[in-house]
Each structure stands twice: as structure tokens, then as C-alpha cells.
């Protein structure tokens, strides 16, 4: 039977996340972002890109655009800003920064919570709700959570997977995320399930495969949830 405080207890803290979404619409902490990285101004990309006698005009549309609520009707081309805004700031990558297509100033965006950091011990440290940071990701995995790595191997990788509130059979025999049902514990770890009903969580090597040590030893699960991907976080991960 599942425990139901501590499922009740993550449903409320991660599950419907608060994800950042824009339906095809100009994603302007896209712009903030860049302009902040390359110490940019608009009026800057303004002046860049636009003959002088166009430039206040500009300047209004560019405005109404960026700033403009959901639904509202056009005024300028999103597709042509976004093209334009690309071709500015490519001139200044640096330090094998990824060239920007149109689709960086447009489209969906989602960012998953960070619920808690992964410790040596494979248990993973839940964080405050006023800890949780969010990181971007692509648009598969809106439904998903992540948890950071604190190891000195994987320091800062962040591995995300979907919540649940049962035992999630796809799970088993992979790398996931479990809570242990009596200790309230959640490891990261193999999933190995037992003839007995019951699972250990293993410590097992990504390179050779081979158990390295167990985690937690015959235990009973409140739920589990298979590692969907793994990534170090970028902002231009969208």
C-alpha cells in the first residue's frame, strides 16, 4: 500500500509543475538573457540593424511586440525579429557559445523544477520550496523533474524524471529514482526487484555495468520513476 502522507507530500510540491510555456509567441527572456550575456542594449541591436530614418519607428514595433500580451493581435513579424535578433548576436559568440537559429526567440519553452541533489551515499537531499531552482528543457520533457548530481565524477549533471505516486513497473532493472517506503529515503540507483515483492537499489558502474554495492537492501517502495535523461543545464537548451 502506498503511503499516502508522503505521496500527498510530493504531489503538492512537484507535481504540476510551474512551467515557463510560450505558445509560438515571442520568448522574450530570450532576449533578456542575451543581451545581459554580451552586455547589450535593444536600442543597440536597433541602430545595428535599422537605417536611421526607420529607428524610432522601429523602436515602437519592436516594443509592441516584445511587450505584447498573449492572443493580441501582430504588429511586426515575429519571424523576421527573431531572424534579425540571430543574426545580431551571432556576431559575438565567444568561447565555443552555440550559434542562435530563429527558433531561439520562438516557440514553446519549458523549465522543470530541481526538487533535491544526489549524494554520495545515493540518497537524494529534497529541497525547501523556497530552494528549488528550475533549469530549461526540451518540450518532452515538460512533465518531468530533475535532481542534481553533488558528486565530484557527475558534478552538476542534472538526471530528470517524471513523478509518480506508485511503483512504476518500467522502472525496474534501470537507473530511476525511489522512495523507500518505511524510512521515507529517496535513493537514486538501479532498480533491481526481488522475487519477494520488495527491491534493492544498487550502486551500479554506467561504464561496465557491474554491481559495485547495494544502496538499500530489500526494501518496499512508496513509488519509483526511471531516469528519463540526463544533461548538464544550459539556457539554450529549449
Keep these: ?19 515557463s510555456i510560450a505558445d509560438n509567441v515571442f520568448r522574450k527572456d530570450g532576449l533578456e538573457f ?7 542594449t535593444t536600442d543597440d541591436f536597433i541602430k545595428a540593424t535599422y537605417p536611421k530614418k526607420d529607428q524610432a519607428n522601429m523602436r515602437v514595433k519592436i516594443s509592441r511586440l516584445i511587450n505584447k500580451p498573449k492572443n493580441a493581435p501582430g504588429y511586426f513579424g515575429v519571424l523576421e525579429l527573431a531572424e534579425q535578433l540571430a543574426n545580431y548576436f551571432n556576431q559575438f559568440l565567444e568561447n565555443g557559445d552555440p550559434y542562435l537559429g530563429t527558433n531561439f526567440f520562438i516557440g514553446q519553452s519549458f523549465r522543470i523544477k530541481i526538487i533535491g541533489d544526489i549524494y554520495g551515499n545515493g540518497q537524494i537531499g529534497l529541497a525547501n520550496k523556497s530552494q528549488i531552482k528550475t533549469t530549461p528543457v526540451s518540450i518532452r520533457y515538460a512533465k518531468c523533474v ?11 549533471l542534472i538526471r530528470i524524471f517524471k513523478p509518480r505516486n506508485k511503483i512504476y513497473t518500467g522502472a525496474d532493472n534501470r537507473f530511476g529514482v525511489v522512495q523507500c517506503k518505511k524510512s521515507k529515503i529517496v535513493y537514486f540507483g538501479f532498480i ?3 522475487s ?3 527491491y534493492d537499489i544498487l550502486d551500479k558502474s554506467y561504464s561496465t555495468g557491474k554491481t559495485i554495492g547495494k544502496l538499500a537492501e530489500d526494501i518496499n517502495l512508496a513509488w519509483s520513476s526511471r531516469i528519463e535523461a540526463a544533461f548538464y543545464p544550459t539556457y539554450y537548451d529549449y
Design 1 to 19: 500500500m502506498i503511503n499516502n502522507m508522503t505521496t500527498n507530500n510530493l504531489n503538492m510540491m512537484y507535481n504540476n509543475c510551474d512551467m
Design 34 to 40: 542575451l543581451k545581459k550575456k554580451y552586455n547589450k
Design 146 to 156: 530533475g535532481v542534481s548530481s553533488k558528486l565530484s565524477s557527475s558534478n552538476g
Design 192 to 194: 533491481e526487484p526481488k
Design 196 to 198: 519477494n515483492g520488495k
